[in-house]
């Protein structure tokens, strides 16, 4: 009994760890090349990911959800109602829960590496859809319209016809991109870091 306490104890403590490791990470954001100024590049899923793979795709899935609670209650919900933070939590959900529910039943280095492969494959393509139908409606709204949310993309490529073709050549390969560089990121620094991370070690 005392050994189940301490073994959840821990487990929260490590969790509440990584999710304050997150919300750093989370705010380390930055502009890149090529893109509209809005569109942040950020590596909390690296620590999202790496408690999924060290403790189950449920605690890597509750860093997620902490990670973005935190940013909204400090940043405030704004004329997007938070939608950003909305939008970032299902996608990175997603990302690891599929990365992790995969890397559970096979835990070698190849299981790994298909894990992050169809994690971010499943990050890329749900980011398509949310964007489309839900997130951008919602900045039109926020923002002035389509029209000013489109012209951000046309100033840097300006035969850019619509939303949709914008989030095809701009939004989807960048998502990508982001899922490619946090998991090679993952799977190099998990090894040395999962015996501090797994909760079933002293």
């Known amino acids: 009994m005392n050994n189940k306490k301490s073994f959840s104890t821990r487990k929260m403590v490590i969790i509440g760890m990584m999710t304050a490791i997150a919300t750093v990470v989370y705010y380390l954001d930055f502009s890149v090349p090529l893109m509209p100024s809005f569109i942040k590049l950020d590596f909390s899923n690296v620590i999202s990911m790496l408690t999924g793979f060290a403790l189950g795709p449920i605690e890597g899935v509750v860093v997620c959800l902490l990670k973005n609670l935190i940013h909204v209650l400090i940043k405030g ?10 939008f970032d939590f299902v996608t990175s959900a997603v990302f690891v829960l599929v990365a992790a529910m995969i890397y559970k039943r096979n835990k070698t280095k190849k ?44 100033a840097i490529m300006p ?7 914008a989030l ?33 070690k002293n």
């Open 77 to 86: 919900f704004g004329t997007t109602m938070g939608i950003g933070d909305i």
């Open 111 to 154: 299981g790994a590496i298909v894990a992050t492969l169809i994690g971010m494959s499943a990050f890329a393509l749900i980011s398509l859809p949310l964007n489309y139908f839900i997130v951008y409606p919602i900045y039109f709204k926020a923002y002035g319209g389509e029209a000013a949310i489109l012209g951000a993309y046309k």
């Open 159 to 165: 035969d850019v016809k619509n939303i949709f073709a």
């Open 168 to 200: 095809c050549i701009f939004n989807l390969p960048f998502t990508l991109i982001k899922g490619v560089l946090c998991s090679l990121i993952t799977l190099f620094v998990y090894k040395p870091l999962s015996p501090i991370l797994k909760s079933n």
